[in-house]
């Protein structure tokens, strides 16, 4: 089974230029997530989605960064201007769905994660 | 709010020996718990679930780990360590919200010494 899938894995931009992340869930995952993980630090949920709608993205700082998950499958995260404090290793995961009954035991899959410095 | 503090920002133990990494969490509620590991350039890998299953959860690669609700912990035990297990190893709690998002600790790096 194929994993989740991200690109580009690294990412050097200058601050107030534009980035954008992509990811191809597991075949299959109803539910996406973005997270950015700091250097030294846990990762952190920017936004999830169940098939095409937003489930969570009271984390995500929507002057700058924005998601879309056009067809319930794929997914791309993009910053807007970027700002120093945006270098960070953004992951996307995916699970198969998230059943309430279950109280959030679903398993989530990481891709590999792409790794953004911001100069 | 749920949250999960992991006591130990750093560990080092001598290849063969136990491992021990702690964590506490919060939670109103009856939570999810997990641990992930991480290692350098890869994502993060699931190593066991807790689900108010069995309260002794066995994961991968002779991992396991006890939910304590009295003492509101969920340490990762190993009784023998590898070379392949150095790396960063995070505790995790599912959120209470409709989300059920992962909340992560700050990690625990792991150093496995020869």
């Known amino acids: 089974e194929a994993g989740v899938a991200q690109s580009p894995r690294y990412k050097i931009i200058e601050k107030r230029q534009s980035v954008a992340f992509w990811c191809n869930p597991i075949?299959?995952?109803?539910?996406l997530y973005w997270y950015q993980q700091i250097l030294g630090q846990g990762p952190k949920l920017l936004i999830q989605?169940?098939?095409?709608?937003?489930?969570?993205d009271s984390q995500l700082p929507k002057d700058r960064f924005s998601a879309e998950r056009l067809k319930g499958v794929d997914s791309t995260l993009k910053i807007q201007p970027a700002k120093l404090e945006d270098s960070a290793v953004y992951l996307c995961?995916?699970?198969?769905?998230?059943?309430?009954?279950?109280?959030?035991?679903?398993?989530?899959?990481f891709g590999p994660g792409t790794r953004l410095l911001v100069l | 709010a749920q949250s999960v503090t992991q006591l130990d920002s750093h560990v080092s133990v001598s290849e063969g020996t136990p491992v021990l990494l702690r964590c506490n969490y919060s939670?109103?509620?009856?939570?999810?718990l997990f641990w992930y590991v991480q290692h350098p350039n890869k994502g993060l890998q699931l190593l066991l679930k807790?689900?108010?299953?069995?309260?002794l959860v066995k994961g991968i690669n002779g991992f396991e780990a006890e939910f304590k609700k009295s003492e509101t912990s969920f340490h990762l035990t190993k009784p023998s360590a590898h070379m392949s297990d150095a790396a960063e190893y995070f505790c995790?709690?599912?959120?209470?919200?409709?989300?059920?998002?992962?909340?992560f600790g700050s990690g625990t790096r792991l150093l496995v010494r020869p």
């Open positions: 807790y689900t108010s299953a069995a309260t």
């Open positions: 989605f169940q098939n095409n709608g937003v489930v969570d």
């Open positions: 995961a995916s699970s198969y769905y998230n059943l309430p009954g279950l109280a959030g035991g679903e398993t989530q899959y």
């Open positions: 075949s299959g995952h109803a539910t």
């Open positions: 939670s109103s509620y009856s939570p999810s």
């Open positions: 995790v709690v599912s959120g209470e919200d409709s989300s059920y998002k992962l909340i």
